[in-house]
Structure formats: C-alpha cells, structure tokens
C-alpha cells in the first residue's frame, strides 16, 4: 500500500541534543512538508521541498533543518537550538503544484526529557 | 498573508444533533478551501474540499460550501455519531503552501 511513514511514533530528546524524525512517502509525490502541532495553535509550518534537493523555509523554520537528497525522503533534525521542541510533527506530502490533497503521516511525538 | 480563523472548542453534541464548525479566511489570490480531519491517535485525513467559489465539498455527510463574499467555508453534518467524535481542521492553499486553523474539537455522546 502507498503511503507516508514516520518514525518514531514516540522521541525523546536530552537537553542540547539533536534529534532526527524519519519521513519516507512512495507515493513518488515531489513536495513534502514537515508541520509541527501545538495544543490550541493548528498546524505550522516548519520547511517544505517542491523538489529534490530543494527545499524552503516555512513558518517557524528557526531551530530546524531538513534535507532532500532522495525524492522518497525528508528527515528533519530537531537541534538544540530549538528551545521548546515538544510538540507532535507531522510530515506531508503532494504530487506538487497541481495538486491540491496533502497526504499526512501518522506523526511523531516529541518531548524533552 | 494566508490565514485562517476557526470557531473555538471545544464542542460537545448528542448522536443526531446538528453541527457546524464556522470558517473563515484571508488569502491573496484564490485559495483551494479544505477539511481535515484527526481522529484519536491517528494522522490528518482529507474530509473535503472546494477549489473554487460556490463549489460545495461533501464527504461522509458533511458539506461546505466556498463562500468568497463572506471569505467562509463553514462545515455542516444534519446527523452527528459517536463516530464523528475528532478534531476538525480548516485549511486553505496557495501555491505550495497550506495554512492551517487552530482546529476544533468535536465530541459526541450517545
């Protein structure tokens, strides 16, 4: 079955440490997105990539990076400098500029031990 | 910018009762309008969308309708279920990026 993976379901993270949260789609889609969710505050939007080895900063970029090195993959990494990382992300995906269905993962959660 | 407001929950119906979830929108250009939907434990479904105005969205009940004079695209059930019990999502696109409301939680009791 096609579809969007994200792993782990659960991450813990120590303080000053960086984290990676795992985001694989074979729906062959060329945009991916990651969105962090807050209690109260929806989705927002942390990077996107339209295409392979692109990629853009969304809403609250600052603290994170990502890559997109394979069409299939878009890991982001939680660094120290994000000061309050707990939160639960989530990662998307689109057959691109056409396309006006975004598929989601089931999601990560994060929280700071 | 591209935004969008939501009513706030939480909501607490009884199984039949009427729903609406008011939305509504500030975009440049001429978003797609959608809904999302996350039950318990799970990721965001596509509940329905609509690409243009007047377009109606319906999907397992539920109907929207694109409004662009009062920029709304409220969600509408006649009959909820236990089963309808989640967090509703309203979302608007423009070009790549999609924006999402706070999202409204929805519970139903038998």
């Known amino acids: 079955d096609g579809g969007i993976t994200q792993s782990p379901k659960y991450l813990f993270r120590k303080e000053g440490q960086n984290v990676t949260l795992s985001c694989e789609q074979n729906?062959?889609?060329?945009?991916m997105y990651w969105y962090r969710q807050d209690p109260g505050q929806g989705l927002r939007l942390i990077y996107y990539?339209?295409?392979?080895?692109?990629?853009q900063k969304g809403d609250i970029a600052e603290g994170y990076s990502v890559s997109r090195e394979k069409k299939e993959s878009f890991p982001l990494t939680v660094t120290s400098a994000q000061k309050n990382p707990t939160a639960f992300y989530l990662c998307?995906?689109?057959?691109?500029?056409?396309?006006?269905?975004?598929?989601f993962g089931s999601g990560t959660q994060l929280s700071v031990l | 910018g591209n935004s969008v407001t939501q009513m706030e929950g939480p909501v607490t119906l009884s199984e039949e009762a009427f729903l609406t979830i008011n939305c509504t929108y500030t975009?440049?250009?001429?978003?797609?309008l959608f809904w999302y939907v996350q039950y318990p434990g799970e990721g965001l479904q596509l509940l329905l969308k609509?690409?243009?105005?007047?377009d109606k969205g319906s999907n397992k009940g539920f109907e929207a309708t694109y409004r662009k004079e009062t920029t709304s695209f409220h969600l509408e059930k006649g009959s909820v279920q236990v089963s309808d019990s989640a967090v509703y999502f309203c979302?608007?696109?423009?070009?790549?990026?999609?924006?999402f409301g706070a999202g409204t939680t929805v519970t139903v009791r038998a």
């Open positions: 998307a995906s689109s057959t691109g500029t056409a396309s006006e269905k975004l598929f």
């Open positions: 729906l062959n889609h060329d945009a």
């Open positions: 990539s339209q295409i392979v080895n692109d990629f």
């Open positions: 975009a440049t250009g001429y978003p797609s």
């Open positions: 609509a690409t243009k105005a007047d």
């Open positions: 979302a608007l696109r423009v070009d790549y990026k999609l924006s």
